[in-house]
């Protein structure tokens, strides 16, 4: 009796293996269920499974994220600790990567470990090394420090956003595969680099796709940044572009060997294609209230973005949070979440904003006709971004 169960569980063995190795709907259904680390190693198995695993890339399009909090362990950000781990879960191919840390623990300042509490220098260049080995060489990472950072927990969509601000360790990576219709491009420009030719080839100038640009100065308070910046908008704020951004701490990926010591530049991130849509609000300094909030919020709305593949963006100055609503917290990033539960949100709370009211209706709501209308003091951008 054992024999001819042997035998049977042999043809069941069998079948098994000719299936997997040779009819492909099933092993790409398969391998729909594998996080894609271990499906660039499944590639090797054979040449049935490297088609399949390629196929199966090729049509994982959606967003993904990793989010950090709370005190690390070690002697490298938090955010370095979780994102080791999040990334064998995910399910896409990463492309370009947005990355923001809180600059005092990412910066090296002294820190407390949770158990022992022993004071320990921590070294920026050590975290951004850890960061920056976890993605493919291919992949264009922007990585940046801001006193403090908004981040929605990683896991749901629908996860509620939370506000840290300057002194709580925090961090996140927001990973964007290959899309369909939407094309991203990176950019940097420092004193050096910034011409109107470099902005034609980063697809900033003269490119009629271009729908979004989200920017990161660095630096803009030393004596020349404010002429820099001035510079950057130009040429785009007559366009019907939506810019949005703030201004930072530092950037620590990717090098910025062009800049000198103490140097000012900006970093960011062109979206371009048919199906990139965006959108923004401004809550000035008459908004002020949770009500108040909400209501600017609300006017996104009339955007009519759609939810699927959406990311919300929140760009606040270090003078909002608590202290503008009355020792209330998350105020605005609990405003976003109740107009917009299915849309995670993330963002940073810097040292200027830049962006402005621009909501698709039959055309634009434009800003005044001076790129200074772009920058505020004391507000908060919160904008909409599709892609696709």
């Known amino acids: 009796m054992s024999e001819i169960q042997e035998l049977g569980d042999f043809s069941q063995d069998s079948k098994a293996a000719y299936v997997l190795s040779n009819v492909a709907e099933v092993v790409e259904r398969i391998l729909t269920f594998v996080p894609t680390k271990s499906l660039l190693r499944i590639e090797s198995v054979c040449r049935l499974w490297r ?61 407390s470990y949770s158990q022992s509490k022993a004071k320990k220098i921590r070294r920026s260049a050590d975290s951004a090394e850890e960061l920056n080995k976890l993605f493919p060489k291919c992949c264009d990472v922007i990585g940046i420090t801001s006193p403090g950072i908004v981040l929605t927990p990683t896991g749901s969509w629908s996860s509620p956003p939370q506000e840290y601000q300057e002194g709580e360790e925090s961090g996140f990576a927001v990973m964007f595969p290959s899309i369909e219709g939407v094309h991203i491009k990176p950019f940097h420009f420092c004193k050096k680099t910034i011409s109107s030719t470099a902005m034609k080839e980063a697809g900033l100038v003269d490119n009629p796709e271009l729908r979004v640009v989200l920017m990161f100065v660095y630096g803009g308070h030393r004596s020349g940044g404010a002429q820099f910046i001035n510079q950057f908008l130009e040429p785009l704020f007559k366009s019907k572009v939506l810019i949005a951004g703030g201004l930072v701490e530092t950037v620590f990926s990717p090098p910025r060997r062009c800049c000198s010591q103490g140097g000012y530049g900006v970093m960011g991130l062109a979206l371009s294609g048919p199906k990139v849509q965006g959108a923004s609000v401004l809550l000035d300094h008459d908004v002020s209230s949770p009500k108040a909030a909400e209501a600017t919020v609300r006017r996104l709305k009339a955007a009519k973005i759609p939810e699927r593949n959406t990311l919300g963006f929140m760009f606040a100055c270090v003078g909002r949070g608590p202290n503008y609503y009355n020792k209330q917290s998350n105020v605005e990033a609990d405003a976003f979440h109740k107009v917009f539960p299915n849309t995670p949100l993330f963002g940073l709370f810097g040292n200027g904003e830049i962006g402005c009211d621009r909501i698709v209706k039959d055309d634009y709501t434009l800003c005044d006709s001076d790129p200074d209308c772009l920058q505020h003091e004391y507000t908060t951008v919160m904008s909409l971004v599709h892609f696709g």
């Open 51 to 111: 088609n399949c695993a390629r196929r199966v890339l090729r049509t994982q399009q959606q967003l993904a994220w990793a989010s950090a909090r709370g005190p690390s362990t070690t002697d490298v950000h938090t955010l370095c600790n979780v994102l080791a781990e999040e990334v064998e879960k995910v399910f896409l191919l990463p492309k370009t990567v947005l990355m923001m840390a809180d600059s005092e623990s990412f910066n090296g300042l002294a820190y």
